[in-house]
């Protein structure tokens, strides 16, 4: 009976963290604005979702100073176990670590909130793409973020310039996670449905590219919302 309780356990659990995931995700999408969205990421930064693992987030990250780099330092190499690591967004990587830690098989929308949150705390931070104020910066995964730029600024030329001036798009990066149509938009989803061509995946390695390129232009400047209009 036991090994039988246990097994349901197991099932279970991945299915009631989802749901979780879900409602919560979606109030935050229900309010439709960022404020309700920054909330919620802090809640999904603060509190495990899983009462019998109360690990969060900030059980680890509980420097505040520090987190209030993070979003100005994104775009950069996550040095994950081979073959896994690789450049990322800050909603990839927060993909990432919701996925590890909290346990969810679709993390992206806590994820999400969670960037919201990281952009918030982060506000007038000089963009500063691959390098932490006070943190080592290391040649190699230096090359690779630069390695991902270049990329980008081809993809962008390829897929997006027809259309738009990357210095426009870039500017308004740190408007999202933005609400749109009553839903919840990152900048990964936005690129990857308006760009030309097959659409980009939110968690692909072109769409962090992409973002790699933009925010290369931002460098020096604060994050937050900058003057111009969207893309």
């Known amino acids: 009976m036991g090994t039988v309780?246990?097994?349901?356990?197991?099932?279970?659990?991945?299915?009631?963290?989802?749901?979780?995931?879900?409602?919560?995700?979606?109030?935050?999408?229900?309010a439709g604005d960022r404020p309700a969205l920054v909330a919620e990421g802090e809640k999904w930064w603060t509190r495990s979702p899983d009462p019998r693992d109360p690990v969060a987030c900030a059980t680890c990250h509980h420097d505040r100073d520090e987190t209030r780099e993070w979003a100005a330092s994104f775009p950069k190499y996550r040095p994950l176990p081979p073959p896994e690591g690789r450049v990322m967004?800050?909603?990839?990587?927060?993909?990432?670590?919701?996925?590890?830690?909290?346990?969810?098989?679709?993390?992206?929308?806590?994820?999400?909130?969670?960037?919201?949150?990281?952009?918030?705390?982060?506000?007038?931070?000089?963009?500063?793409?691959?390098i932490v104020a006070a943190q080592p910066a290391f040649e190699g995964r230096l090359r690779a973020l630069k390695k991902s730029v270049k990329r980008g600024e081809q993809l962008f030329a390829r897929r997006c310039?027809?259309?738009?001036?990357?210095?426009?798009?870039?500017?308004a990066a740190f408007r999202f996670p933005r609400a749109a149509a009553g839903q919840v938009e990152s900048l990964e989803r936005f690129l990857g449905r308006h760009?030309?061509?097959?659409?980009?995946?939110?968690?692909?390695?072109?769409?962090?590219?992409?973002?790699?390129?933009?925010?290369?232009?931002?460098?020096?400047?604060?994050?937050?919302?900058?003057?111009?209009?969207?893309?």
């Open 5 to 30: 309780v246990e097994s349901a356990t197991v099932i279970v659990r991945p299915f009631l963290l989802a749901m979780i995931a879900g409602v919560s995700a979606g109030h935050a999408a229900a």
């Open 195 to 231: 760009s030309e061509g097959t659409p980009l995946g939110w968690d692909e390695q072109p769409t962090a590219d992409l973002i790699a390129f933009l925010i290369s232009t931002l460098a020096g400047q604060p994050v937050g919302e900058s003057p111009g209009r969207s893309p």
């Open 89 to 130: 967004t800050l909603l990839q990587a927060n993909a990432e670590a919701v996925r590890r830690h909290y346990g969810l098989a679709d993390p992206e929308q806590p994820a999400v909130a969670i960037t919201a949150y990281l952009i918030s705390r982060g506000s007038g931070v000089p963009v500063s793409p691959g």
């Open 161 to 171: 310039g027809s259309c738009h001036a990357s210095s426009a798009v870039a500017r």
